[in-house]
């Protein structure tokens, strides 16, 4: 399956990954064109991020288009080529072992990592608020969201450990109640107007649709967070090495980031329409968006779809990243024990491990910080560790995403007449995706240091230091990982000689 130039240089200094040739003898292909866009839509498509959005009133329209041609299609674009060059289990960490090394392929690969499991618990914690928005009086203290987001981690995580091929028709089906989510907010939106209620937001005022600069009472804050809302485009590609055909690896991402973009757009208009930027920002508006308009039992629908879709992505993220952990293993760069399979062919001990983590940060974060640490409301310390943790991570997450432009860059200086025989888009276009992809992680980077997620606890003057902090703590941990997952593939390989 190489598609790269075998006789460059450059090739033969890397040579192929144990990985590359493991996976695909020794895992089921199940993976067709319909079940790799399922993943994309699940594991890319947070509605939740339609709340973020909508703060922004009809800017918040435009700057998910205007995020969606700086940042997510050229994703699109970069992921689509190196998958067409490289389809191979592990994604983002095996294109960039092949373009920087062994050090930075973990690097990267430990800063996708790391904010997947992150984002476990965070839809495990939008499944526990979908519930409550079914009854309002249901867990109400940090201690007790804790254990049903730790039950939820468990649950999702037994299923994870299933046949892939039933875990792949789960994820279709929570696909399609995502789709059906949309659907009943347009259509609620669609309603509120025909019934002759007037839109909650100004949609007639043109500067309401424009980026606002202002340092206070701006909107340019927003961008930033509709730009990370978009990461995450090469994540289905951990699975490569599992598609039923090669051609499976581009055409997925024909379909599904349009799904995607349709979406975020749909279902954020529909807030502004009906809840407006200001209760359009909480999450229970999505629901009470439904409940407006269409009837409680539409409402009471469009949360059992949600819960479904977002418990389905905590599995989607555990298969996916389990991958990583898999392909670190096989290629030596971690315990081989973390990548041996179970008799359903499936990365059981890595997909154990990653939910330990997260019941462990689960824990951390609504048990055990509101125990130890006594100020302000327990609520509230949990709501400030947890958006802390989140954001963070997130930046980490923007870090890893640049390797898919810098590994682009590296392959043509490396060898550009090999690189272009392997183009599946102009040149023009992909260059002009390099660059726009890299600036706007730049600035969502930049973006969410300087304005708080949580401004009413914690203000922009504290943020940033504490953001900044906490992901470079987290960035030198990556670095020194991969110091030591190198050494460990080098004293393998010594041992193996």
Known sequence: ?????????????????????????????????????????????????????????????????????????????????????????????????????????????????????????????????????????????????????????????????????????????AAAASIGAVSLLGGAAAWWLLSGHAPLSDFGEIQAWLPNLAPRGGNIATF????????????????????????????????????????????????????????????????????????????????????????TAIVAYNCSYARLLLVAGIDQRLPVGVGRLNRSRVPARAILFQTIVAIVLTTLIFIVAPLIVHVGSPADLTTEVYNVMLASSTLVWATSASFLFANLIMFALRNREAFHAQLIFPAPILWGSVILGLLSALFAVVDSLVFSWIPTLIPNSSWWYIIGGVTCFCLIIAAIGSMFAASEADWQGLSGE
Request: hydrophobic share 55%.
């Open 224 to 311: 930033g967070l509709v730009i990370l809302a978009y990461l995450g485009a090469e994540t289905p590609l951990n699975m490569a090495g599992e598609v039923k055909h090669r051609r499976v690896v581009t055409r997925h991402l024909c379909w599904g980031p349009l799904v995607v973009l349709l979406g975020y757009l749909i279902a954020t208009a529909a807030l502004l329409i009906v809840e407006g930027p200001t209760s359009g920002a909480l999450l229970p508006a999505l629901v009470t968006t439904v409940d407006l308009s269409l009837g409680k039992v539409a409402g009471n629908l469009l949360a059992v779809c949600l819960i479904i879709f977002f418990f």
């Open 1 to 173: 399956m190489a598609l790269y130039s075998e006789g460059s240089k450059w090739r033969d200094a890397q040579g192929p990954l144990a990985s590359e040739e493991y996976v695909v003898k020794a895992m089921p292909a199940v993976l067709g064109t319909l079940e790799m866009t399922a993943f994309f839509i699940v594991i890319v498509f947070f509605i939740t991020n339609c709340n973020t959005a909508s703060t922004a009133g009809p800017a918040a329209l435009t700057y998910l288009v205007i995020g969606a041609f700086v940042f997510f299609l050229p994703s699109v674009i970069a992921t689509a080529q190196l998958g067409a060059m490289f389809p191979y289990e592990g994604s983002l960490y095996n294109w960039t072992h092949k373009a920087f090394g062994g050090y930075w392929s973990f690097f990267a690969a430990f800063c996708a990592w790391f904010p997947g499991v992150l984002v476990m618990v965070s839809a495990a914690n939008n499944v526990l608020a979908f519930i409550q928005g079914l009854n309002r009086q249901w867990v109400m203290s940090p201690w007790q969201q804790g254990l049903v987001i730790i039950g939820t981690l468990a649950l999702a995580g037994l299923l994870a450990l299933q046949r892939f091929r039933t875990v792949a028709n789960v994820v279709i089906v």
